[in-house]
T-cell receptor
């Protein structure tokens, strides 16, 4: 089955609230990445966290990684309507090379004004 | 300037036809990919080329044949199209050399929406 699984599948919040999305995976990884996909568009890379890192920040984004639980979370603080999109985690499995990313099915985030 | 471009954007065709999707990147990257995104938004890698050489070939029917005439282009040809081929196909690229983060970040095209009737 797929490597990454996001939770929840869908999330609806008000502008200004924080949004938290979770990702679980099954095997050891080299890194884990989060991508955003706006409706009808391609994916855009947001942030990468390595297997030896526990937390990364980028602007309003905060990513954590717990390799013992094989899980990651993406936190978007002070959300905006423009954050409405699908968010995917992707893992680079250990031993699989850094090119082969395994994606989950994504979390659909709706931020209401 | 579009970094990764795909043509066509939409493709509607009949079962049994043969069709091609083209991809070009102007980022100077060495590695290119094809992904398939199904109706449930699940994205799966199909192929990857590095400097025109096939490096990833997932379990994909041999009706799908990628071709890389040069490192800036990766085309996907599909023979004898089936209903189940209906999906969005994404091309992506990444840098083959350089800092790890540069190699590991993939840049996606806008997608080609294929509908097989």
């Amino acid at each position: 089955s797929q490597q990454g699984e996001e939770d929840p599948q869908a999330l609806s919040i008000q502008e200004g609230e924080n949004a938290t999305m979770n990702c679980s995976y099954k095997t050891s990884i080299n890194n884990l990445q989060w991508y955003r996909q706006n409706s009808g568009r391609g994916l855009v890379h947001l942030i990468l966290i390595r297997s030896n890192e526990r937390e990364k920040h980028s602007g309003r984004l905060r990513v954590t990684l717990d390799t013992s639980k094989k899980s990651s979370s993406l936190l978007i603080t002070a959300s905006r309507a423009a954050d409405t999109a699908s968010y995917f985690c992707a893992t680079a499995p250990f031993g699989g090379g850094y090119n082969k990313l395994i994606f989950g099915a994504g979390t659909r985030l709706a931020v209401h004004p | 300037d579009t970094a990764v471009s795909q043509t066509p954007k939409y493709l509607v065709t009949q079962m049994g036809n043969d069709k091609s999707i083209k991809c070009e990147q102007n980022l100077g990257h060495d590695t290119m990919y094809w992904y398939k995104q199904d109706s449930k938004k699940f994205l799966k890698i199909m192929f990857s080329y590095n400097n025109k050489e096939l490096i990833i070939n997932e379990t994909v029917p041999n009706r799908f044949s990628p071709k890389s005439p040069d490192k800036a282009h990766l085309n996907l040809h599909i023979n004898s199209l089936e209903l189940g081929d209906s999906a969005v196909y994404f091309c992506a690229s990444s840098q083959g050399e350089g800092l790890p983060k540069q190699r590991e970040t993939q840049y996606f095209g806008p997608g080609t929406r294929l509908l097989v009737l």
